[in-house]
């Protein structure tokens, strides 16, 4: 099923429920919030989180999708490409895979 959708929409729609699930341990959170890890792990630019401020912050999808996890509240990046440069797509469903247990 999600081979199939955009990669945005397995980040809104699959990756945002397991964040929230409590399934991903604190470490792993705090490693999603790290720009090192992020690039090196799905090719990103930025952190796939950060802390909510009540302000909108570039490259996040908008303040009205604010993930609850563990208590704290965050934005998940919204800076997802799947063109000829950036293939994030297979690295995001492998690390899904891998944490949806």
Known sequence: MTEEMKIG????FVLKPLLES????EQEIENLKDANYCKKTFGLFVPMLVPYSKKKVYRY???TTILTIYEKQYLLTNDWYEDAQRHQLKPLLTWIAEHKN
């Open 9 to 12: 929409e397995v980040a809104r």
């Open 61 to 63: 999808y908008s303040p």
């Open 22 to 25: 409590g399934k991903i341990s």
